[in-house]
């Protein structure tokens, strides 16, 4: 893989995850964080941390998930480790929480941990999609 095919991959894989994040963060997320979390929650949110985990989210999607798949040339592979991925970041705020907040509430973290898991895994498949079909890219 060329560098010119990683930072395509990269930018398109991070344009992937912030349209369907973005999706979710202003049409479910609002009512639901706010009604569980609201009063633990900021009047505005800091994008400088959220914009941190964005980048390094995706650099974890591209070296955990879509390049073992091309790797492996596997739809399959790419699945399960998009589903582990996410499961396994959101586990790790979410968890991390339950532990050390006050009313920090079960479901959240458990909503929050089947979103990170769908979300990772749409995005991984959309990645390895990309590599394959768009930029033509294989290991």
Do not use: C, R
Request: charged share 10%; net charge neutral; aromatic share 12%.
């Amino acid at each position: 893989m060329t560098i010119l095919q990683t930072l395509l991959l990269y930018a398109s894989t991070l344009f992937v995850f912030l349209g369907i994040d973005a999706a979710w963060l202003t049409t479910v997320a609002p009512k639901f964080y706010s009604s569980n979390i609201g009063h633990l929650m900021a009047e505005k949110p800091n994008l400088l941390p959220a914009l941190i985990f964005y980048l390094l989210f995706i650099v974890g999607v591209l070296v955990f998930t879509t390049i073992p798949a091309l790797k492996e040339q596997s739809i399959q592979k790419v699945f399960i480790n998009g589903a582990l991925f996410g499961l396994l970041t959101y586990a790790t705020y979410d968890l991390t929480n339950i532990a050390t907040l006050k009313e920090w509430p079960l479901i959240v973290t458990v909503v929050d941990m089947i979103w990170g898991t769908i979300l990772s895994v749409v995005t991984s498949l959309a990645s390895y999609y990309i590599a394959t079909k768009i930029l033509k890219i294989s290991l």
